[in-house]
């Protein structure tokens, strides 16, 4: 289940389910976006982009939807894994002369065997 | 062979003094940036630098003073070290717009003010 609270939200998944992590932006013009994922101890590390123009982008065993309408993004992790366990933030671009991304506040996944 | 390396990993200083973090990339990117995590995991930009010229400084106070010597290398120093100054700062660089969506960090440099 998903619990948001004082502390980062979490979602529990049994292995090889399937896990939806989902993320709000704050900015109608932004449109480029990014899913990162920090494992511990480590920094953030790029799993898959998506720009405004595409609503879907596929990678290997994870997919982002993008609805733009709302300001919503969504990352699909398939058949997840223990080694998917982690915090994962998506970001967006903002535009401004140079782009700097801004990233939401994170969700840790946990995977459970 | 580390793309994005930090110095030191861990840094544990009293209030008051004054610490530096280095940072160097081999990836030969233009840009490098400094982002803040807090003890909530929320990251946060500080500066960004691109081909040693300030380009995203954040409000950041002026007590951070980032330095570039050149493309390859972004050191942060921090004078008058504060409690809330503990966090994990994260070096980071990427190459220019369209592709500055993907950044490569650092492992990150761990600071605890006491």
């Known amino acids: 289940g998903e619990s948001v609270g004082l502390h980062l939200p979490t979602l529990s998944v049994q292995e090889g389910d399937n896990s939806i992590i989902n993320c709000a932006y704050s900015n109608s013009a932004s449109d480029y976006f990014i899913w990162y994922k920090q494992e511990s101890g480590k920094g953030p590390q790029f799993i898959i982009d998506?720009?405004?123009?595409?609503d879907k982008r596929q990678g290997q065993r994870v997919t982002v939807l993008l609805n733009k309408t709302v300001k919503h993004l969504s990352l699909q992790i398939a058949a997840t894994q223990p080694g998917d366990s982690a915090v994962y933030f998506c970001a967006e671009e903002v535009s401004g002369g140079y782009n700097k991304l801004i990233f939401g506040a994170g969700t840790r996944l946990a995977v459970h065997p | 062979d580390t793309a994005v390396s930090q110095t030191p990993k861990y840094l544990v200083t009293q209030m008051g003094n004054d610490k530096s973090i280095k940072c160097e990339q081999n990836?030969?990117?233009?840009?490098m940036y400094w982002y803040k995590q807090d003890s909530k995991k929320f990251l946060k930009i500080m500066f960004s630098?691109?081909?040693?010229?300030?380009?995203i400084n954040e409000t950041v106070p002026n007590r951070f003073s980032p330095k570039s010597p050149d493309k390859a290398h972004l050191n942060l120093h921090i004078n008058s070290l504060e409690l809330g100054d503990s966090a994990v700062y994260f070096c980071a660089s990427s190459q220019p717009s369209p592709n500055t969506g993907e950044l490569f960090f650092g492992e990150g440099s761990r600071l605890t003010v006491l």
């Open positions: 990836l030969g990117h233009d840009t």
């Open positions: 998506i720009r405004s123009n595409m």
């Open positions: 630098y691109n081909n040693k010229e300030l380009i």
